[in-house]
């Protein structure tokens, strides 16, 4: 694999859709906002319950695109809220993962998208990334009083 010439698969989950995108290095190859059947959704009492349908539609979008789970060099997936951190790329990992099933933080379906690029990642040993997670938080101490 190239430096610079990676192949990424981005999965940012919504209320009743999803973002997907595959980029190879900077170039963007393939980007849709894939709406899930709003009736199949609205059965569903809680996010988790998203699990299946959203693992669905994202191998049926891949596929579309011509390809493989296989072929990404990294799964990156939105994160919500968990313990504040510093801006960045980070690995998803199990504690993070831990937090969101648990939501420890809070619940939005981002948190299936990030358990979801996890569960990928340990399927297909590709690593799961979140950038600039939603709990970022680098303000001044100061700050954190007003």
Known sequence: MERGKERLLILNP????????????????????????????KRFKTIWEQWDTRMRDTFAWVEKHGYRMEDFDALIGRCGTGKPCEGGVYEIGEEMVDDFRNERYGS?????????VYE????????????????SNEMMRIAHFS
């Open 120 to 135: 990928l990642s340990k399927q297909y040993g590709i690593p799961a990334l979140t950038a600039d997670p939603a709990n």
């Open 14 to 41: 919504g209320g009743i859709s999803t973002k997907m995108a595959i980029y190879e290095g900077d170039k963007e190859i393939a980007n849709e906002n894939v709406e899930h059947p709003i009736e199949e959704m």
């Open 108 to 116: 939005h379906p981002s948190f299936v998208g990030c358990c979801m």
